[in-house]
């Protein structure tokens, strides 16, 4: 089955702990991104990739960092996390960046 | 900066009905034009997908349209049921994808 898989699907954590969310996709795509989803602020990209090793800022890259190694796996990493990184986080892949986008289920962080 | 809105914010008809969400965009330089679904605590779900150089897709009770030039687009969706309450995103893309906020719609049976 065609999928791009998140994990966790949530977690809790204190300020200052490093994290990282996992994105898989089993697709053979060469596009992946990041976003974050805030009330009120709706859908905001962090960072995107074009293919292995090419990645790019978003709109709010701040805070965030990604790698892309391997074609498959797009991690996003938050190295000293902050109560505003608090936030739904998704992450999408694609062929290429115009053609459909598909999403994992979604990210909920937390930090206190 | 691409910026897009999309009216109504909420929608609320009775199940059977035809209606239209709009979205528009400030930017004409698009590759092309997607609408996704997203429902509650879920990810986004791909509807269609328009092409710049297309005007319009279908799929099923779906019907997507895009006027490039004065940076519009709606999603006409014919005999709506309860399943299609979601909220629905508009996102043109040039190198990167720029998210509506959504309309919010509910289907009463």
């Known amino acids: 089955e065609a999928q791009v898989t998140q994990n966790p699907r949530y977690l809790i954590t204190v300020t200052g702990k490093k994290l990282t969310v996992t994105c898989s996709q089993n697709m053979n795509h060469e596009y992946m991104s990041w976003y974050r989803q805030d009330p009120g602020l709706g859908l905001r990209q962090i960072y995107y990739?074009?293919?292995?090793?090419?990645?790019d800022k978003g709109d709010v890259p701040e805070g965030y960092k990604v790698s892309r190694k391997e074609k498959r796996n797009f991690p996003l990493i938050l190295e000293s996390p902050s109560p505003n990184q608090t936030s739904l986080y998704f992450c999408?892949?694609?062929?290429?960046?115009?053609?459909?986008?598909?999403f994992g289920d979604g990210t909920r962080l937390s930090i206190l | 900066k691409q910026e897009v809105t999309q009216i109504p914010a909420a929608l609320s008809v009775p199940e059977g009905e035809n209606l239209v969400l709009n979205c528009s965009f400030t930017?004409?330089?698009?590759?092309?034009l997607q609408w996704f679904r997203q429902d509650p605590g879920k990810g986004l779900t791909s509807l269609l997908l328009?092409?710049?150089?297309?005007r319009e897709q279908t799929s099923g009770r779906l019907n997507a349209s895009l006027d490039k030039s004065s940076g519009r687009s709606t999603l006409y969706i014919a005999a709506s049921q309860p399943g299609d309450s979601a909220t629905y995103l508009c996102v043109p893309s040039l190198n990167d994808m720029r998210f509506g906020a959504g309309t919010r719609l509910t289907v009463k049976p």
């Open positions: 999408a892949s694609g062929l290429n960046d115009q053609q459909p986008q598909h």
């Open positions: 328009i092409q710049s150089s297309q």
């Open positions: 930017d004409s330089a698009i590759y092309n």
């Open positions: 990739s074009m293919n292995v090793e090419v990645t």
